[in-house]
């Protein structure tokens, strides 16, 4: 499908500053996708501490609130818009923090929906629309650890995270059951009601969750996206249950199942570990059985790992993880960072947008380019793989070799001196 006309339009002309009659206070922008039109930002629901979404069918006229999603950006004085394709308008945020200036709000059109927002569309039967925070540069593939109760995953991660501590974040699931002796809400679980964990999950709020040994457990979306914003490889011990929905979500990891050496030896450590109840040991050894035989479902898990010896178990999955060999190496550069002013322009060509720094009347040399020709992930956790540019390191030939992009940025500059009014974008 083509590319979707877009205009930004931030002063339109009308009763209020909006342009239309529809009260809206501070500043927002509006956006026209086919026969809707968007209006982002401002606050008049009470809620002073998140960008507002209302959106118009020009078909049937008035203004709905529609079901919003996802993790909300906090209000900006200047806020500017531009349509990606139907189904992804892409806002900067002037005057934000380098990590909050960039995000993208998923919408719904009658040819294209992003699969998320197609779900949830469905489940609440009201117009939805679903944000995300776009990140400059990729995050490591997640690590997904599981086997049954007792094999030894909890030990296994716990000596992979002391070892390579920078290199590892946890992804803290969420669950119903008591808290054992010395574990610690926030930092083993976050341990939950199991009525707010449903209404969570009904929000779109978990990455996956299962029902496992009589109790709910789930990952949630930000847990795992705060392990990827610290820059650190996340890893998740979850259910074979789990294992198989987060194989079907859009997220790339690492699958690994560990085995015992033998079903007597797993009940040997699950009752030396004297942490459940013997009914408890029964059920668990139970479902045992169960995930051991799911284990070897066709292109459910990547490696298989036997828990035998303990050091030889941590070496092997070491080995796969390409750290038999590893000390630690803290990877100090980060990528660059957008400290977007307030006064700023916005055009688009192809999947990159162009920033220009300063007034149409006093354009100041500071350009930044933002390549979105390789987008991962999406509503509702982050939309990744931004690739920035600076006119510093444009100019400096970081991006040597790069003609293509160089060129397009000439051909922007162009395009904005001559433009004058509200930009056009084709
Ligand atoms: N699906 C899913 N399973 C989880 C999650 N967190 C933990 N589990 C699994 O729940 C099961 C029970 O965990 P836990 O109560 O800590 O007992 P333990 O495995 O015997 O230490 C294990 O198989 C975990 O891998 C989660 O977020 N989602
Ligand atoms: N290879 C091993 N040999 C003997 N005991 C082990 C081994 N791996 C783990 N254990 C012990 O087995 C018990 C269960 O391990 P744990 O890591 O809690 O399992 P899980 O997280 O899979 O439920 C713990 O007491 C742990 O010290």
Redesign the pocket.
């Known amino acids: 499908m083509g590319e979707a006309p877009a205009f930004v339009a931030d002063d339109l002309p009308g009763d209020y500053p909006n342009g239309f009659d529809l009260k809206s206070e501070g500043h927002n922008t509006v956006v026209n996708v086919g026969n809707k039109t968007y209006l982002i930002g401002g606050t008049d629901h009470g809620s002073k501490s998140t960008i507002e979404v209302r959106v118009s069918d020009k078909r049937t006229g008035g203004w709905v609130t529609p079901t919003v999603l996802g993790t909300r950006p906090k209000p900006s004085e200047v806020i500017s818009a531009v349509i990606l394709n139907e189904d992804r308008i892409f806002i900067l945020k002037g005057d934000s923090s380098p990590d909050d200036c960039f995000w993208f709000l998923e919408i719904h059109h009658e040819q294209v929906d992003t699969p998320f927002v197609q779900e949830k569309r469905k489940e609440f039967g009201t117009e939805v629309v679903a944000w995300s925070k776009g990140v400059v540069g990729d995050a490591k593939k997640p690590i997904v650890i ?1 086997g ?3 094999v030894g ?2 030990t296994l991660i716990s000596a992979l995270m002391k070892e390579f501590p920078s290199t590892f974040g946890f992804s803290v ?3 119903t ?1 008591a808290p054992r002796k010395r574990e610690q809400n926030g930092v083993h679980y976050h341990f939950t009601e199991r009525s707010v964990m449903e209404e969570e999950i009904r929000d779109g709020k978990f990455l ?3 029902e ?2 009589g ?1 709910l ?3 949630s979306i930000e847990v795992v996206e705060v392990v990827a914003d610290a820059g650190k490889r996340c890893i998740l ?3 074979v ?2 294992a198989r929905s987060v194989r079907a979500s859009s997220l790339e990891a690492i699958f690994i199942f560990v085995c015992p050496p033998s079903f007597e030896e797993l009940e040997k450590r699950l009752r030396a570990r004297g942490t459940e109840t013997e009914q408890q040991i029964q059920k ?1 050894l139970q479902n045992a059985k169960a995930e051991l035989e799911q284990a070897e479902s066709q292109g459910l898990f990547d490696h298989i790992l036997v828990n035998d010896d303990l050091e030889t178990c941590y070496a092997s999955l070491k080995k796969l993880l390409d750290l038999d060999e590893a000390v630690e190496i803290i990877n100090e550069s980060s990528p660059p960072l957008v400290d977007l002013p307030r006064d700023h322009s916005v055009s688009k060509i192809d999947k990159k947008i162009l920033i220009s720094c300063g007034t149409r009347e006093r354009a100041s040399k500071n350009i930044f380019l933002l390549d979105l020709s390789s987008l991962k992930g999406g509503a509702p956790g982050r939309t990744r793989g931004l690739d920035i540019y600076t006119s510093d390191s444009m100019t400096n030939g970081i991006n040597e070799g790069d003609g293509e992009d160089l060129h397009e940025v000439e051909v922007i500059q162009e395009y904005e001196i001559e433009d004058e009014g509200p930009s056009i974008m084709k």
């Open positions: 599981s049954p109760s007792g995953k909890g699931s969420h669950t059951r996956e969750f299962a496992v040994h109790n457990y789930g990952t011990d979850i259910d249950q789990g668990r």
